[in-house]
Every structure is written in C-alpha cells, then in structure tokens.
T-cell receptor, first 108, second 117 residues
C-alpha cells in the first residue's frame, strides 16, 4: 500500500524556525496536507498544497513540495511554545494516508 | 466552517460491554464518513469508510462484526465497539466528507478516547 514517512521527533528553541520533513510514495497524490494534533485532541488542518504546486505560504507556515522526489516539508517561522504538538503529514490519492507524526518540542 | 462533532469525547467501560460512538456533521451533509483509530504515540489508521444508506467498507484486518458501523442519515454515523476488550482501548477519530464539496475536503472530529478496563 501507499506509505508516508516522517521523522518522529524535532526539538527547536523558541524563536527559531522549525522544518518538518515528509516523504510519500503515492504517485497519484493530488493533495498533500499538514495537520496539527495537540495532546488529547483531534486533528487541526494547518495547510495543504495541490500536487502541481511547489510552494505555499500562509503566515508563519511555508510548505515546500518536491514532486519528483515525493518530498514535502513544513517550515514554521518564529516557533512558539504553543506550536509544541504532533504534526502529521498526509497525502490524498484515493483516501487519506497519514504519516506517523513528528513530535515538535519547543524549548524556551 | 464545517464542523464535525463526536460523542462521547471519552468513555470508560468494562470488558465485555459494548460502546457506541457518534459522529455528526453539524452544518453540512456527509454521504461518506470515515472512522480512524489512533494508538498512543502512533498515527491514524483508517478502519472503515461509512456510506449513508449502505454497508460500510472495512479496511483489511478490521473485524466488521466487532466494529459495527451504521450511517443511517446524512449527518450521523455511529461506531459500536462490541464486546470491548482492553486491547480496544484507543483514540477513535471520525471524519466527514461534505456531499457538496470536493472529495479531498474531509473534516475531522475531535476524537473519542475509549478505555476498556
């Protein structure tokens, strides 16, 4: 089946930029998503990118997509303690396939 | 915006009992809803796709007789965990696809935490 991979942990200092990486295998992916999950809560859609785009920027969030390498990244500028959460990459081909999640810890 | 609710948000039950979880689309109609399961510190795994008025489609390895899904209206799908056991303890999340929207637009509920003692 299709697969989505992410690094499991990332620690950054408050004010620095965070970059969370994701790779996927589905060649038919039409959209790629980033979701945020805080402890004990459901999923919050952060942003998504259409597969024919290279970049999308939304305030502090920048998504980069390298379709050739099937690589997606999420950059969070000026990371704050409130950004500490698990970030899931997901691709949508026929259904959603989620990565394992990257746990972002923001250190004061 | 599109809102999906789940009820209850958390439930504790004894082993051997059944538990029903509701998923509702509050401001849109959803002919298709999805049920996911999330184990601690793990990702979401699709359990089944629920279609209004028809039988659910279960993913490989998911027991349909254990996880009963009913999608009787355009705004409500229910997941019943029958004869629950401690290994069924998990975080269950539903999502709903807007019937009037694009297939890629799914809205997720806040999740239901099930603990079986």
């Amino acid at each position: 089946g299709e697969d989505v991979e992410q690094s499991l942990f990332l620690s950054v200092r408050e004010g620095d930029s965070s970059v969370i990486n994701c790779t996927y295998t589905d060649s038919s992916s039409t959209y790629l998503y980033w979701y945020k999950q805080e402890p004990g809560a459901g999923l919050q859609l952060l942003t998504y990118i259409f597969s024919n785009m290279d970049m999308k920027q939304d305030q502090r969030l920048t998504v980069l997509l390298n379709k050739k390498d099937k690589h997606l990244s999420l950059r969070i500028a000026d990371t704050q303690t409130g950004d500490s959460a698990i970030y899931f990459c997901a691709d949508y081909g026929q259904n959603f396939v989620f990565g394992p999640g990257t746990r972002l810890s923001v250190l004061p | 915006g599109a809102v999906v609710s789940q009820h209850p948000s958390w439930v504790i039950c004894k082993s051997g009992t059944s538990v029903k979880i509701e998923c509702r689309s509050l401001d849109f109609q959803a002919t298709t809803m999805f049920w996911y399961r999330q184990f601690p510190k793990q990702s979401l795994m699709l359990m089944a796709t629920s279609n209004e008025g028809s039988k659910a489609t279960y993913e490989q390895g998911v027991e349909k007789d254990k996880f009963l899904i009913n999608h009787a209206s355009l705004t409500l799908s229910t997941l019943t965990v029958t004869s629950a056991h401690p290994e069924d303890s998990s975080f269950y999340i539903c999502s709903a696809r807007d019937s009037q929207g694009l297939a890629r637009e799914q809205y997720f509920g806040p999740g239901t935490r099930l603990t079986v003692t």
